[in-house]
């Protein structure tokens, strides 16, 4: 087993460059070969938009990972090129499937249970799995986002030390991710959402912090053990279908994990007053799968794992973690247990919306208390995603619509807040807020952006944050009254703290300002053009979903219609 | 299915593998003692060459010799038995001896002796640079295995070992299957001593002598208890009396004593405290062996007796067996993760791994009992639901337990495994290996896309099948407590996953995380074909996991047979 270590840096370039137009050359390829559907529509492109970047982030990590210390350092830099080369072709393609130039694609016309680009293909014949992709109004939002951080973290951290394993890594995440979106099987859903967990992993562990070993294998096996819980739910509701249901049903087991399939078998039994599977098991497996979910989000009282993992991951992996992977508990939420099994939520209803209240006054309340920035953002995130959880709480179509718009603003926003705190910490190397005084003597971008995303955060006006919490004090005051100035007031009095926390950090210290000790007394330096670049994307875009909030608010409100129709106003509720 | 006569001509065609197994054990036998001695006919001065002694030629001196003929034989072997099941012109052969029905060829039995055959073969491919037949370092311990008879010793017990497993898995008389199970534990016995000069290897291997022996024993007492009741020990007649017979004292009596002592070969607790000792005092390819092969012998003796022979037709009442094995599978379970969680040395954790997916065996086990005694009304698919996913779960095993040891045995072959410390900074030294070993771990945690997640998944949906029963056959609600309890044990399983990710990923963080340990900064030893075989137990986990579906549907063709 030969090492590339042997080759010469000229010949590795052009192996690499060589590499990338192969890959190029094979997507042209594909395109015209794969009109086998007589209307030339692309159903396919699900696969390589999840295949490519894993694929490609898998040959370019055993690639780097052979080399040597100085090899890797002299790789570092075609790596991290075609890093981002390739995580910008997912980038494209959903950004064509937004704006229609790769097929004329209708969110409105979607029904509950149909699916944009929806393609299956047999997996595993005997237990019923199949590779099943598509996406609606509520995933296409979340494979948007997931394809536009990935290249922006890359660009972020484009200094990142030990690129060469680094950015492949992100790469790896990234397609994870997106597999976890649009898969419509449930194996299929819980391989991938699995799989995130061994890039975050790795990133934490070889780029965190001091006590990353810690943080890594809490992360891993608190949602690991959650997730094994929600398998368990997954296969005894597999079980309680009838048996030879749906298309491609296994040929031993005779039932499918095809999540069209069971929608559709829940939804036809729950006409009137039935109750698909009881309201005892409904509860039960609701719970299950619940608890899966819940870790993920993270919710009060199983976030615990969130600030450790969020403090030593390094600006990449919080970014991504903050920016994506907790959205992928909100997601599984609203796909599969509310889907299915609407009596137990009407039932659970009120537990769900006090920890969702608890999320969101306990992370504020928490946050009020960090010294660390990082650690306050962190908590930040908590209560945000128990907005998320009030919204699925308020089963009304406007909550619906509201945390799904939160899932997104939030999954634009942080990734900014955990910039600012990643800068701050590459060019000042602390992240304790009371060090530092006056930056914007030494770093106004540094302190623009970070007055930015600091208001976006607690909800300014024309950006985005702003639209989803309006959504959701909107949506409670019908349901519950008064209850709704104590998330009021919490907002309120974060909002206090993070101006607090603001001035102090650029403008107190008098003409002079106050380097923090760490730095040892060296000037500090703005923030470089790669993160500066960043940052400006991140503005802009929360800027533009804030002022035209509709560009993605319109197909969510498709969705949470053909979700009421099709599940909650059935007759029964 | 075609009946055979022992020891016929076809009947050394339908036993091809073991055939050539014979074949190879006697070249072994001869070919390494091959040299330039005469015989002297008595009375006169004439002297015809014998070649049997004497001065070795070089070719048959040669210390590199018995590793590749025992390489060869087994690995036509595997192949033999592998292409029996793709060749459409296979039919199930029974062997008989008169009257008595001696072995059976079929499907299941063939599907256990390429699990055997894999196993073995892989461990002695790797044992070709384990256990070295060149010097690349002067210390007394190599120069002892330079020799070629130490060699041929190895590879003698091996193939005795790999022999022994397929009469096992053969065998339809409980007596026939003793022999052979005995046969392949007395050279693991010997192979688990095989490195005499060092401390740890004589005491692993005495210990797991005394133990086994005694657990042998008891089986022993248990089988002649049932030839007492039975008046045979064919597997049909005692199926057969059993139906009629079962609820009397004196075979679930013999039932537990057979339980004992093909618990003792599954690793099941309470009758599992020699395999830590034994597993790290042999070295890992053979320890590779008792956690995979080893294991699947004393499975397949355990459903031949629990789920053939104590399978009732009759209703309920005569499963005492079933609670018992439910709570000796969690408590396997349990025990094994915990104890792994405090080890220290890699061998021993790997070893209390192993005693923790026997637990999810046998919960598996456990579950076949409830559908088999009647507990749960079901049709045949239930068993074999299960029994398929064991099947699929031990071919697995074969590829990232074995694998695990493997990368353990390459250490070993540096200078010791037998601290956590030694696996540290694997990452720097050697991605490629590190990779494979993190791989390995997370197979054997159940983390997807791979093949341990598969198979912990499939026992997963065989007990929540025999747990959720027919309940959606009448439609409409169904009600909690209407599942059977068996559900629990899924649950159960899970739990310990859960618990098991701590210490595999401990490995992960170890080999990526830590400095290497004093004196082992230099690259690890080259040891071509344990890398080969490494390769291929990456690929197979792989592999099996994205896209197992041909091996599932070959496990459960083949528990198909068995009900």
């Known amino acids: 087993m030969g090492s590339t270590a042997n080759m010469d840096l000229k010949s590795k370039e052009f192996a690499l460059i060589g590499f990338l137009a192969l890959i ?7 395109f015209p070969n794969l009109g086998a559907n007589a209307e030339g529509n692309v159903d396919w492109i699900s696969i390589p938009l999840v295949g490519f970047p894993i694929i490609t982030g898998v040959i370019l990590l055993a690639f780097a990972s052979q080399e040597s210390r100085t090899g890797k350092k002299k790789i570092a830099a075609p790596i991290r090129l075609a890093c981002l080369c390739f995580s910008l072709i997912p980038l494209g393609i959903s950004t064509a499937l937004f704006f229609d130039w790769l097929i004329a694609v209708d969110w409105s016309t979607l029904g509950y249970n149909e699916y944009m ?75 991938f959402w699995e799989l995130t967990l061994i890039p975050m992993f790795f990133l934490i562990l070889k780029w965190g912090g001091s006590d990353r070993r810690y943080a890594a294998q809490k992360f891993f096996i608190y949602t690991f053990a959650a997730s094994v819980i929600m398998l368990l739910g997954l296969v005894t509701l597999y079980f309680l279908q009838p048996e030879g ?52 989000l993270p919710a009060v009282p199983f976030h615990t794992w969130l600030p450790d993992a969020h403090v030593q991951a390094p600006t990449g992996g919080s970014m991504l973690l903050a920016g994506v992977m907790l959205k992928m508990g909100a997601y599984g ?198 993160e500066n670049i960043g940052m400006i994307i991140l503005a802009v875009f929360t800027v533009i979903f804030g002022i035209f909030p509709f560009i993605a608010l319109g197909m969510m409100d498709d969705w949470t219609v053909a979700l009421f129709e099709g599940v909650f106003n059935r007759g029964g509720i | 299915m075609q009946t055979v006569s022992a020891f016929s001509p076809e009947f050394w065609t339908a036993f091809a593998p073991e055939t050539v197994l014979i074949l190879g054990l006697a070249a072994l036998f001869i070919i390494p003692n091959l040299g330039n001695a005469k015989l002297r006919i008595p009375l006169t001065q004439i002297r015809i060459p014998w070649f049997f002694g004497g001065t070795r030629f070089g070719l048959t001196g040669a210390a590199h010799l018995p590793g590749l003929i025992a390489v060869g034989t087994l690995f036509s072997a595997f192949f033999l038995a592998t292409w029996s099941q793709f060749d459409d012109s296979f039919t199930a052969t029974v062997v008989v001896a008169g009257d008595i029905q001696l072995l059976k060829i079929d499907a299941f039995s063939r599907l256990f002796e390429i699990i055997f055959l894999g196993a073995v073969f892989l461990a002695s491919m790797a044992s070709l640079d384990r256990v070295p037949a060149t010097i690349f370092e002067e210390t007394d311990e190599l120069v002892e295995m330079y020799d070629n008879r130490r060699q041929a010793d190895l590879y003698l017990l091996m193939l005795t070992t790999a022999l022994g497993m397929c009469l096992v898995a053969l065998a339809q008389d409980m007596f026939v299957l003793f022999i052979g199970l005995e046969l392949a534990s007395f050279a693991t016995y010997v192979l688990v001593a095989f490195h005499k000069e060092t401390k740890a290897g004589t005491e692993g291997g005495v210990k797991y002598f005394i133990v086994g022996s005694v657990a042998s024993a008891v089986g022993l007492y248990g089988l002649s208890l049932l030839y007492l009741w039975a008046g045979s020990l064919q597997l ?46 042999a070295n890992s390819p053979v320890a590779g062996i ?274």
């Open chain 2, 290 to 563: 008792l956690a995979t092969a080893s294991k699947g012998m004393g499975m397949i003796g355990l459903i031949r007796v629990l789920v053939v022979i104590a399978s009732p037709d009759v209703g309920a009442g005569s499963a005492v067996w079933l609670i018992a094995l439910a709570v000796l599978a969690v408590v396997t379970m349990t025990w094994g993760n915990l104890a792994a969680l405090g080890s220290t040395n890699p061998k021993r954790m790997l070893a209390y791994s192993s005693v923790a997916h026997a637990g999810y065996m046998l919960a598996a086990l456990a579950a076949v009992g409830a559908w088999v005694s009647g507990d749960i009304e079901g049709p045949a698919d239930y068993g074999t639901a299960i029994i398929g996913a064991v099947l699929f779960h031990l071919a697995v095993l074969v590829a990232f337990k074995l694998g695990a040891f493997l990368v353990l045995g390459l250490l070993e072959m540096e200078g010791g495994a037998s601290r956590l410390s030694s696996l540290a900074g694997l990452g720097r030294r050697d991605p490629l290996l590190a990779t494979s070993m993190f791989i390995f771990m997370m197979a054997l945690a159940g983390v997807p896309p791979l093949a341990g997640f598969m198979s912990k998944f499939l026992i997963v949906a065989g007990l929540v099948k025999v747990g959720v029963g027919e309940m959606w056959a009448s439609g409409g609600p169904v009600s909690f407590a209407d599942l059977h309890w068996v559900w629990w044990l899924a649950l159960a399983l899970f739990i310990n996953s859960a618990i098991s990710v701590f210490y595999y990923l401990r490995i992960g963080v170890i080999m990526f995380l830590e400095p290497p340990e004093e004196g082992r900064r230099k690259p690890l030893p080259y040891g071509i074909s344990i890398r080969i075989t490494i390769w291929v137990c990456v690929v197979a986990t792989i592999l099996l996991g994205v896209s197992g579906d041909f091996l599932i549907q070959l496990c459960y063709s083949a528990a198909e047979t068995l009900f």
């Open chain 1, 245 to 296: 249901s749906g298309p491609f049903h296994g040929t031993i087991t005779g039932r499918t994990f095809d999540m069209t399939t069971l929608f559709a078998n829940a939804a036809a039994y729950n006409l009137g007053e039935n109750v698909f599977l009881g309201l005892e098991m409904q509860k039960i497996l609701f719970v299950l799968l619940m608890i899966g979910f819940l870790v993920k």
């Open chain 2, 236 to 281: 049909d007649v005692l199926a057969a009396t059993w139906s009629t017979n079962g609820g009397e004292t004196l075979p679930i009596v013999a039932l537990g004593f057979i339980l004992v002592g093909f618990g003792f070969k599954v690793s099941a607790a309470p009758f599992h405290f020699a395999a830590p000792d034994a597993y790290s005092g």
């Open chain 1, 333 to 530: 939420m609203m796909r599969i247990p509310i889907a299915i099994f609407p009596d137990a939520l009407v039932y659970y209803q009120d537990v769900i919306m006090a920890i969702g209240l608890i999320s969101l006054v306990w992370g504020s309340i928490v946050c009020l208390g960090q010294t660390n920035l990082k650690k306050m953002i962190a908590y930040s995130s908590v209560s945000h995603m128990g907005i998320i959880l009030l919204g699925i709480a308020s089963m009304q179509p406007l909550g619906y619509a509201a945390a799904l718009f939160m899932m997104f603003a939030h999954g634009i926003i942080s990734p900014m807040l955990f910039a600012v705190c990643g800068a701050f910490k590459h060019h000042y190397r602390s992240m304790e807020i009371g060090d530092m005084r006056g930056m914007a003597k030494w770093s106004p971008f540094l302190s623009v952006y970070m007055m930015f995303a600091w208001m976006a955060s607690l909800g300014l006006p024309l950006l985005a944050g702003f639209v989803a919490e309006l959504m959701i004090l909107l949506a409670y005051w019908p349901i519950y009254g008064w209850w709704i100035l104590l998330p009021g007031a919490v907002l309120a009095i974060t909002a206090a703290y993070y101006l607090w926390s603001m001035q102090r950090t650029i403008f107190e210290g008098g003409d002079e300002g106050q380097p923090p000790e760490s730095l040892n007394g060296e000037t500090p330096v703005d923030i470089s053009v790669h």
């Open chain 1, 117 to 191: 680009l929806d393609s299956q293909y047999l997996w595993m014949e005997s237990i019923g799995v199949s590779w099943h992709v598509g996406m609606d109004g509520l995933s296409f939002p979340m494979v948007w986002l997931t394809t536009f951080l990935v290249p922006i973290t890359m660009i972020m951290t484009w200094d990142e030390k030990d690129g060469a394993t680094y950015h492949p890594l992100l790469l790896l995440m990234g397609g994870a991710l997106i597999g976890v979106f649009v898969s419509l099987d449930l194996f299929m859903f819980y391989i």
């Open chain 1, 24 to 30: 190029i050359a094979a997507l042209a390829a594909f």
